[in-house]
């Protein structure tokens, strides 16, 4: 039985800043931003939206009646939980709709939460082939302003519904784990601003690629040339680039021009975005299947998750025929381009006023999906 991803979609909230105007703030070189990071623009949110309106606003074009129905389980991969015991996706499950008899819970293992949720999915669903469930990677990425994570925060969300004979990506057995015991970034209970040390981080995430990437190898006696693109977390661009070269070095230039090139496809989204944590992956490969010139059905992808802390994996799967017709390039492209461009006054005072869950307020936002009050330290969601 074949079980995968049979639709996708992905969610920013409507505001960015340029990344050009960023560095000229914060008196750096725009070049820094642009090429040593390799980020344009920066998503930013409001107090009204968090998670859980991403994620709703990311899964509702998604479901029709008859998912909903079907649906049984509803993940949230997440490393800022709005709440230290009441997950996430129990309020999801109301909001969207999803039949009452439904396990709704969340993961947390850094940025590699989310592919916990669609591999426990995966598992779930062969057991129980009519089901259905709901995976979403939800985050917010914040470090502070005038910080040195700074260019590299973003939000948004990705929803995808894992299934039997799923529409566009078959998800294969195949797959490498690793766990590392490692402070590369962490944020203790209490701390708003994780900390990071990033040479460190930067050595682990391309070390773990290599690790893991070795192992599969040996495991399944598999190349790169088994391989028709390679999809990373991408916290940002330039680092899943890095990562990819570690192993390009040893393949023909031919070899080395394919996956450079996929790679580019991949992170079309990315550098307009930012980081978006547990779902940096997953908009990697939505931006790879929609703006790719050479994938095709039968097409197989390579996906690299990393958390720091650190647990990785890699892991692939195989294009259906037709999933063109599943995917939502022009959708996707006018969000992005429909997004309100911050001035750098307007972007710290966005990033200044935040919310406040101990004092009673009301909010005005357009999203259809939004928070609409606090009271009693309890969010209210416009439905």
């Given at each position: 039985m074949n079980v995968g991803i049979d639709k996708m979609n992905f969610f920013v909230p409507p505001y960015y800043v340029d990344m050009t105007d960023?560095?000229?703030?914060?008196?750096?070189?725009?070049?820094?931003?642009?090429?040593?990071?390799?980020?344009?623009?920066m998503a930013v949110s409001p107090k009204s939206q968090d998670i859980v309106t991403f994620a709703a606003n990311a899964a509702k074009q998604l479901l029709t009646p008859e998912d909903l129905a079907a649906i049984d389980m509803v993940i949230v991969g997440t490393e800022t939980s709005i709440d230290e015991s009441k997950?996430?996706?129990?309020v999801l499950h109301r909001l969207l709709g999803v039949q009452p008899f439904a396990r709704s819970f969340e993961i947390k293992e850094a940025c590699y939460g989310a592919t916990a949720g669609v591999q426990l999915a995966k598992s779930h669903v062969r057991a129980n082939p009519d089901s259905k469930v709901l995976v979403i990677a939800s985050d917010i990425a914040r470090y502070g302003l005038n910080s040195g994570g700074e260019p590299t925060q973003g939000a948004g969300a990705v929803a995808m519904l894992i299934s039997r004979d799923p529409r566009i990506l078959v998800l294969e057995e195949q797959n490498a784990m690793l766990t590392q015991d490692i402070y590369d970034f962490w944020r203790p209970v209490g701390h708003q601003y994780p900390l990071v040390d990033g040479p460190l981080s930067n050595?682990?995430?391309?070390?773990?690629?290599?690790?893991?990437?070795?192992?599969?190898?040996?495991?399944?006696?598999?190349?790169?040339?088994?391989?028709?693109?390679?999809?990373?977390?991408?916290p940002y661009t330039k680092m899943g680039k890095k990562a990819l070269l570690s192993i390009l070095e040893t393949e023909s230039e031919s070899e080395q021009a394919r996956m450079l090139a996929s790679y580019e496809e991949s992170i079309?989204?990315?550098?307009?975005?930012?980081?978006?944590?547990?779902?940096?992956?997953?908009?990697?490969?939505?931006s790879l299947l929609e703006n790719s010139n050479?994938?095709?059905?039968?097409?197989?992808?390579?996906?690299?998750?990393?958390g720091s802390g650190a647990v990785s994996e890699f892991f692939s799967g195989t294009l259906v025929e037709g999933y063109e017709a599943f995917l939502a390039k022009e959708d996707h492209q006018m969000l992005l381009n429909n997004r309100h461009k911050l001035s750098i006054d307007e972007y710290e005072a966005m990033f200044n006023d935040a919310l406040d869950i101990d004092t009673a307020a009301t909010f005005e936002d357009a999203l259809p999906f939004s928070i609409t009050a606090i009271e009693g330290t309890i969010r209210t969601y416009r439905q």
């Open positions: 960023l560095a000229i703030a914060r008196d750096v070189d725009p070049n820094k931003f642009l090429i040593g990071i390799g980020q344009e623009q997950a996430s996706a129990v050595a682990t995430y391309i070390d773990s690629f290599q690790k893991v990437w070795k192992h599969y190898q040996a495991k399944y006696q598999r190349s790169l040339a088994d391989f028709d693109a390679l999809a990373f977390h991408i079309v989204y990315s550098r307009k975005v930012g980081n978006l944590y547990t779902g940096s992956l997953y908009l990697g490969l939505i050479t994938l095709a059905a039968g097409s197989r992808i390579g996906l690299f998750s990393y």
